[in-house]
């Protein structure tokens, strides 16, 4: 697929679905920042190549050439909806960030206060 940015990809992460017919690689995400933005963190997931409809990741991000990013950039990077959803909270996430600490850059999203 091409990239509809300039700069480089940082922290690619290949993303695959599993069904009936199997486990396989369907797309990438991808975090970048913009040539002069390098303080605002953008995402962006691309299929792969000759997929089918039933390679879709989610039923709201349909199999396209057109890469899936969200409208708003943030610190730290906004995740298509399917994606956000998946990341821990509360005491999970408090112990996976005390547990891979020296894995886990600064990237990982913060904690929303409500």
């Known amino acids: ?6 700069s480089a990809p940082e922290n690619l992460l290949d993303v695959w ?3 009936l017919h199997g486990l396989r690689k369907v797309g990438t995400l991808e ?4 040539p002069g ?5 953008r995402t962006a997931f691309y299929y792969d190549d000759g997929l089918s409809d039933r390679d879709a990741v989610s039923i709201t991000m349909p199999v396209r050439r057109a890469p899936y990013e969200p409208e708003a950039a943030g610190l730290v990077g906004n995740l298509p909806p399917i994606f956000d959803q998946s990341l821990p909270e509360g005491a999970l996430r408090d112990y996976l960030m005390r547990q891979y600490a020296k894995v ?3 990237g990982f ?3 929303v206060s409500t």
């Open 1 to 6: 697929m091409p990239r509809s940015h300039d």
């Open 109 to 111: 999203p913060p904690r």
């Open 31 to 34: 975090r970048y920042s913009e």
């Open 37 to 41: 933005f390098a303080w605002q963190v």
């Open 104 to 106: 886990i850059e600064a």
């Open 17 to 19: 679905v599993r069904d």
